[in-house]
């Protein structure tokens, strides 16, 4: 997730983040495709380890979040 401390304001700024987190949607559901909901990266330390799931649904979380400040952008008046 983005720290919010540096989301950048405007459309085009929102768009590139939207765009960002489908990026890392599609990888968490690429690697999800392939290994399956409960599997692991094993080359990471057991303390960073997060199943896919958590990892795709993180990624969605992150994307949901992108979406609506992208919308709350073009609802402004321009």
């Not at 690429?30 to 990624?59: C, F, H, I, M, Y």
């Amino acid at each position: 997730m983005s720290d919010q401390r540096f989301l950048q304001t405007g459309f085009d700024k929102q768009l590139a983040h939207v765009v960002e987190e489908c990026g890392e949607v599609l990888a968490a559901a690429g690697k999800t495709q392939r290994w399956g909901l409960d599997s692991v990266n094993p080359l990471l330390p057991v303390d960073q380890q997060e199943t896919n799931e958590a990892w795709l649904r993180r990624e969605i979380a992150d994307l949901d979040g992108a979406l609506k400040r992208l919308l709350t952008t073009m609802d402004q008046p321009r």
